[in-house]
């Protein structure tokens, strides 16, 4: 049996299909989001894209026949209210739904051609029917027995072909090889980390549309396990896991960083392994951290502590002894006010021991940056008299900070559909843009592409809360953003834009 969008909708109207029973959960997808390449959408609107732009089959629908001979929706209730509320704007529950093609749009923008086409998409229906008992068991068995798809399966669903055969037989021949690597490809788990390792994208929040559109232009080719220096990275990956005992993903961030700078990895696992041998935390640090680590063992050659935080025993050791914010002048002492510094800073080679150790409060510590208290008073005088000048009162919040930005971004590059509300893509090009024109660091254009995320975070919250401004920049993010600032102004009054 199949139904057309148009048909359900009539069901829905003519009280012959009803969405309301207390076996379905309310309507959700009006405020889950994805991201897609025309930018963030919820996930309401992806259904009706994935219908118009995808050219999707979408799954059978189940009906449940009622003893009135009507229907109750018994599993498909988010696909279906996304369309019945898209094509239905002025619907009693005043729900707003809108899709994104090339631009935002609602069911009246569409051509005529593209609603009929909506209007008239076919879903086959699986017909039910029984006591309620029997209803309620089956709606039961259907959401609480069913295994969702990995993240793995979904892509390969999607993307098989000669390409991810070949990839597939690459990483099961390394696996009998190399420790670290999956014997088994399994439902993937692992697998998705080597997967996008081979674009690079572990670190990239919209790796799944990227992966998507990379897998359906190869899905033919041969794979190739030199590409992209692939076959290095692995074995690289290989020694470092074994030597950090890592998870995964960091162990290939960490392989692939090493690989882009063409740097020697031979340093970079013996102070992994002689690490692993000592007291340390490697599993706990994020990316970044191991970046720095890995950073001033090659250029600095300074060998940053293999412990990197301050834990617990050491703030309560180091309370009984102090009890208060180091800086002459700040009487905070409340314990939960107070954080561990270290006078020497982690990234300049000093260790993670109470000899290096010193409370200060929060606002002090972010104010200090990786400066000793020495240096810092140095070159800024008395701590507590600059640190109310340049108190968090004065520094960008994460909304400011970005419309700041964007407003001298939209001076130095011009893109079209400027106009597309949210659009993530023009957001990401427009870093690029600018970055590429004013030879930005790669550390000024983490930092922008850092507030864009949390700004979209803001501006699109997942509980949809409302969030007027966001967190404010912390002393380091804050100097380094005025230095954007003031090169993008610079470069503005220099080319008369």
């Not at 674009?199 to 992966?211: A, C, G, P, Q, R």
């Not at 690989?259 to 013996?270: A, D, G, R």
């Amino acid at each position: 049996m199949q139904k057309t969008v148009q048909e359900i909708i009539d069901m829905i109207n003519n009280k012959e299909l009803f969405y309301d029973q207390t076996t379905q959960r309310q309507f959700i997808y009006a405020n889950l989001t994805v991201n897609t390449d025309h930018g963030e959408i919820t996930k309401a609107g992806n259904v009706v894209r994935s219908i118009l732009h995808e050219k999707i089959q979408l799954p059978a629908l189940f009906f449940w026949k009622r003893d009135d001979g009507k229907y109750n929706i018994h599993d498909g209730k988010q696909r279906i209210l996304s369309l019945y509320y898209f094509c239905n704007p002025r619907n009693a529950e005043n729900i707003s739904v809108t899709t994104r093609l090339e631009t935002e749009c609602t069911f009246t923008n569409l051509s005529k051609d593209r609603q009929n086409e909506l209007l008239n998409y076919k879903f086959d229906i699986v017909l039910k029917e029984g006591p309620k008992e029997l209803e309620e068991k089956s709606f039961d068995l259907i959401n609480t027995n069913g295994v969702p798809l990995t993240d793995y399966e979904c892509i390969r669903g999607l993307s098989y072909g000669k390409w991810f055969k070949g990839f597939e037989d690459f990483i099961s021949a390394q696996g009998q090889i190399l420790d670290e690597v999956p014997k088994q490809i399994g439902r993937g788990v692992e697998a998705l980390h080597f997967l996008l390792a081979y674009f690079s994208l572990l670190n990239d929040k919209s790796w799944k549309n990227k992966i998507r559109n990379q897998l359906n232009i190869s899905r033919n080719y041969v794979f190739d396990p030199n590409t992209n220096n692939y076959y290095n990275k692995i074995q690289l990956f290989n020694d470092i896991a074994n030597a950090s005992k890592c998870s995964t993903q960091i162990c290939l961030q960490i392989a692939d960083y090493i690989i882009k700078k063409n740097w020697n990895p031979e340093p970079v696992i013996k102070y992994y392994r002689d690490g692993s041998k000592e007291e340390n935390d490697f599993k706990k640090w994020q990316i970044d951290t191991h970046m720095i680590a890995i950073e001033n063992l090659i250029i600095k050659n300074t060998y940053c502590d293999y412990k990197r935080n301050f834990d617990k025993k050491d703030k309560s050791s180091l309370y009984k002894l102090k009890q208060k914010c180091n800086i002459p002048g700040c009487d905070i002492s409340d314990y939960d006010k107070l954080a561990v510094d270290h006078i020497t800073a982690w990234s300049k080679g000093g260790k993670t021991v109470l000899k290096n150790a010193q409370l200060l409060c929060k606002n002090h510590n972010s104010s200090k940056g990786k400066d000793s208290y020495a240096e810092w008073t140095k070159n800024n005088g008395d701590i507590n008299n600059t640190f109310k000048e340049n108190n968090f009162d004065n520094q960008f919040s994460i909304i400011d900070a970005w419309s700041k930005f964007e407003n001298s971004a939209r001076k130095i590059n011009q893109f079209k559909n400027e106009y597309v509300k949210g659009n993530t893509r023009i957001n990401i090009e427009r870093i690029t843009d600018v970055s590429e024109k004013l030879g930005f660091t790669e550390l000024d254009v983490d930092l922008l592409h850092k507030i864009r995320r949390e700004r979209n975070d803001l501006v699109h919250p997942r509980d949809g809360s409302i969030v007027l401004s966001g967190r404010k920049l912390n002393q380091d993010e804050n100097k380094q953003f005025n230095k954007i600032l003031n090169a993008m102004d610079d470069y503005i009054k220099k080319n008369n834009l």
